[in-house]
């Protein structure tokens, strides 16, 4: 089989996928294919119990479903080990677990916190709560016009009072590609950490978090083909030794007395209360499921879907594609305005041609401010999209302005 042909074939995996649908807001969460489905059911039918809990067989199956699942999700990010890896809910979780944990500890009044101005809102508030709330300074750093982090602002925005730096591996607006591996090197000169947050990173591309040298990375299951529930924070051993827990209650202790308790080894330490077994099992078949794919197939698909759309938009008249021109610098996310007309309506108007895109400020209001528009449209492609659904959303973009009544 060929490539297209394989994905036709995996494509076929995903039971809500037919076509009629051209689903291309992935980078608001992915379908799941049904070896996921399987995977979280069979654990249900199978081996669910209490993990941790039980010394009877069916608890020890459901420990090491999850610890299994801790296995594969540290070697599908290189993870020195399985230890640091916490299972949370989302990337949001992963971001605002080391935020209020790491930075109770470990900033002062007059330190400060790098954060890009291109952040999810869900790597900029936590940060700015805790900067507050510690007195530090949150220092923002803006990228080029095309989501381009260059050297003479980063080296502007670092100083011996940086304490930690928050970035996107990939912008979920613009899509583009900061080179972490070159930029943790910087930061880590500069006497400060790095955290990443991977959420649109780690499901299009491999993301090896010893050869990027970085500190934290955060993610989510459901943006990678896994459920929705289930995320990760992974971070060096080092750190997370240090850090004290953000929940507290059953499962995350050592020992508890009315007056003195001690807290149970990393990651348990994060994994406060019943955890979830089944989210944990249906990432690790999501992660099976790209090891099948390759990232030859996935990658490839996606620079293919991402320069169809591209090269289709700017022959589109009065539609502008956000950030930079040039279809290399996009990972799968395409953000455009359309002249005159609210990105919900153009939005709203794919939707009723069964094509689906997001519309509004996506999470990144900053960004927006930084850009000079209120809110755009954003089409993200996965693998198994097809070209066919590329030119489907050309050709409805394309009336968009002629249905409300705009001459072209
Ligand atoms: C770059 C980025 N970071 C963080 C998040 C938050 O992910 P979640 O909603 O799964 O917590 C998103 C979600 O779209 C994102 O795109």
């Known amino acids: 089989m060929n ?62 479903s999850y610890e299994n699942a801790r296995k594969k ?21 992963a ?21 890009s101005v291109m952040e999810h809102h869900s790597d900029f508030l936590p940060w700015k709560y805790m900067a507050e709330k510690k007195g530090a300074k949150l220092v923002k750093f803006e990228p080029d016009e095309n989501g381009t982090v ?40 500069a006497g400060a ?28 299951g459901h943006k990678m083909f896994g459920p929705m529930g289930i995320g990760v924070l992974y971070g060096k051993m080092e750190h997370l030794e240090k850090m004290r827990p953000f929940m507290y209650g059953g499962e995350m202790i050592a020992t508890v007395h009315w007056d003195r308790v001690t807290y149970a080894e990393v990651p348990h330490k994060f994994e406060a209360g019943t955890v979830n077994v089944g989210g944990a099992v249906g990432l690790a078949a999501a992660i099976d499921f790209i090891n ?13 879907l991402t320069a169809r759309a591209m090269a289709g938009i700017k ?3 009065k539609v502008r594609i956000i950030g930079s021109q040039n279809e290399a610098d996009h990972k799968g996310i395409v953000t455009f305005c359309v002249e005159d007309v609210h990105p919900h309506d153009v939005a709203d108007i794919l939707g009723r041609a069964e094509v689906c895109v997001r519309a509004g400020h996506h999470c990144a209001q900053p960004l927006m401010d930084f850009l000079g528009v209120k809110s755009t449209c954003r089409a993200s492609f996965a693998f198994y999209n097809t070209e066919e659904e590329v030119d489907r959303f050309l050709t409805e973009l394309s009336k968009v302005r002629g249905l409300l009544g705009y001459g072209f």
Not at 18 to 30: G, S
Not at 39 to 55: C, T
Not at 73 to 93: C, D, G, K, L, M
Not at 194 to 217: E, N, R, T, W, Y
Request: aromatic content about 8%.
């Open 3 to 64: 490539k297209s042909e394989l994905i036709k074939e995996y494509r076929k995996q995903f039971p809500l996928l037919d076509e009629e649908l051209a689903y291309l807001d992935n980078a608001a969460t992915t379908q799941k294919p049904s070896s996921v489905l399987d995977a979280v059911r069979r654990y249900y039918e199978k081996d669910n119990a209490n993990p941790f809990r039980g010394v009877y067989d069916l608890s020890e199956r459901a420990t090491e």
């Open 73 to 93: 999700t540290a070697a599908f990010i290189n993870a020195a080990a399985p230890e640091e890896i916490i299972f949370v809910r989302n990337a949001s979780e």
């Open 95 to 115: 971001l605002n677990l080391l935020a209020y944990s790491w930075c109770e500890d470990n900033l002062a009044e007059g330190d400060e916190v790098v954060v």
């Open 150 to 189: 260059t050297d003479a602002v980063l080296d502007s925005c670092l100083s011996e009072k940086t304490k930690i730096v928050a970035l996107t591996q990939v912008s979920n607006v613009l899509g583009r590609v900061n080179d972490i591996k070159h930029i943790a090197e910087k930061v880590h000169l």
């Open 193 to 220: 950490l790095i955290s990443v947050d991977g959420a649109q990173s780690v499901p299009h591309m491999k993301v090896d978090v010893q050869d990027l040298d970085c500190d934290f990375l955060s993610f989510s």
């Open 292 to 304: 099948e794919v390759g990232w030859d197939i996935i990658e490839t698909q996606e620079e293919i």
């Open 315 to 317: 022959n589109i008249d």
